[in-house]
């Protein structure tokens, strides 16, 4: 593990085995300094606390470490992956299929955006104003 005292948001050994395997491989590129499983930890904390990134405990790697490492995960989509993937996860344990079957849509809001909303209320408005003149 690590030789800081744990803080509440750090991964458990169960949610990290969850994890770990939807993690992109290091491959390409310099060998990490730090543990995936402590950068991990750090964006934890960083969510859970709403504290700035240079505002990291120091005994989390360094901010800017963790930082790198967060915009990685979301410039190569892993974030949403991680996401999905989780989410499959959950609706199986549930009993449900993977993917939701079902959408529901406000039809006002369907019907606004396919208008297009200023748009169409400034054809009313000058609608309204012709038939003003005409009277």
Known sequence: ???????????SDKEWAILEPL???????????HRERELLNA????LRTGC??????????AWQSVYSYFRML???GIWIS?????????????GHE??????????????????????????ANESKDASATLS
């Open 52 to 61: 700035s990134w240079r505002m990291l405990p120091h005994d989390f790697p």
């Open 74 to 76: 979301k410039q190569r």
């Open 98 to 123: 993977a993917e939701p079957s079902t959408l529901v849509g406000d039809s006002q809001s369907v019907k606004t955006a396919e208008k297009g909303a200023l748009v169409a209320m400034m054809g």
């Open 23 to 33: 993690l992109p491989k290091t491959g390409m590129g310099r060998p990490r300094q």
């Open 43 to 46: 964006i934890w904390y960083i």
């Open 1 to 11: 593990m690590t030789n800081r005292k744990a803080y509440p948001s750090d991964l």
């Open 82 to 94: 991680l996401n999905d993937a989780l989410r499959e996860q959950v609706r199986q344990q549930a």
